[in-house]
C-alpha cells in the first residue's frame, strides 16, 4: 500500500467516525474495503496522533468490542466556520449594544461557567482538583497539560492549543475572565498567566499556587 493509500483509508477513517459518530472495526473495513489487519494498523496510527479515541463493549460471554470515535483534536482536522461566526456575532452584538455592554455579557457568561467548573472540580486535594480542571479543558478541546512544580502546592497548566483562539484575537478581554474563573473555580489558591499565545508564544500558561495558611497564634 503507498503513502498515498494509507493517508487516503485514514481520512476516510476520520470521514466515517465525523459522519456516524462512532464504528467498529468491521465497519470501517467494510466502508473502506480493506483487510481488518490494514484497518487496525490505521486505527492504531490514528490513536498514537490522538485523533481517535474507543471505548470497550462486552458483549455476552463473547469477545469484547472495540467502539472508535473522533477525538477534540480529530474533530479539529475538518473545517468549521464556528470561529468566524462566533467573532462575526460578538462584533454585531458590540456595536449594537455598545462595548460597555458588552463585557457585562463576557463576565456573566464566564461567571456561569466558572460556578460550573468549581461544581465540577468540587474540595478536597489540590492535586485532585486540578487535574479535573485538566480533564475539563481537554474535553473542550484545548491540547491542555499538567505538570506538577511542587506537588501538592503548585502545578502549571499549559494549553498548546486554544479552542477559542478567534474569539480571544478580536476580543482579548476574555482571556481576562478565563484568568478570573480559574480563580473562582480554585478559591484557596493564586492563578498566574505565565504564557500568552496572544502575545506570540506556542501556548498559554498558568501557575497555580497554594495560598499560604496565616500562621498560627
Not at 478570573?180 to 499565545?197: G, N, Q, S
Request: glycine share 6%; with cysteine.
Amino acid at each position: 500500500m503507498t503513502t498515498k493509500e494509507i493517508n487516503s483509508s485514514k481520512e476516510g477513517i476520520l470521514t466515517y467516525l465525523l459522519k456516524h459518530n462512532q464504528g467498529t472495526v468491521q465497519e470501517l473495513a467494510k466502508e473502506l474495503e480493506i483487510s481488518l489487519q490494514a484497518t487496525r494498523r490505521h486505527l492504531k496510527d490514528l490513536q498514537a496522533e490522538k485523533l481517535i479515541k474507543y471505548e470497550v463493549v462486552q458483549n455476552g460471554m463473547g469477545r469484547p468490542n472495540y467502539i472508535y470515535q473522533l477525538s477534540n483534536k480529530g474533530k479539529e482536522k475538518f473545517p468549521n466556520a464556528y470561529g468566524p461566526f462566533a467573532v462575526s456575532f460578538l462584533d454585531t452584538l458590540a456595536q449594537t449594544l455598545g462595548e460597555e455592554q458588552l463585557q457585562t455579557v463576557f463576565k456573566k457568561q464566564w461567571s456561569k461557567k466558572a460556578d460550573s467548573y468549581r461544581k465540577y472540580m468540587g474540595t478536597g486535594e489540590l492535586e485532585k482538583r486540578v487535574n479535573k480542571l485538566l480533564e475539563l479543558r481537554q474535553q473542550e478541546g484545548y491540547m491542555a497539560e499538567l505538570h506538577s512544580v511542587k506537588e501538592g502546592e503548585e502545578y502549571l497548566l499549559a494549553e498548546h492549543h486554544c479552542a477559542i483562539a478567534e474569539v480571544a484575537e478580536s476580543f482579548p478581554s476574555v482571556c481576562g475572565n478565563e484568568l478570573e474563573m480559574f480563580a473562582f473555580a480554585l478559591p484557596d489558591c493564586i492563578v498566574e498567566r505565565t504564557h500568552w499565545i496572544n502575545h506570540g508564544e506556542h501556548r498559554c500558561g498558568y501557575l497555580i499556587k497554594k495560598k499560604s495558611s496565616p500562621p498560627t497564634t
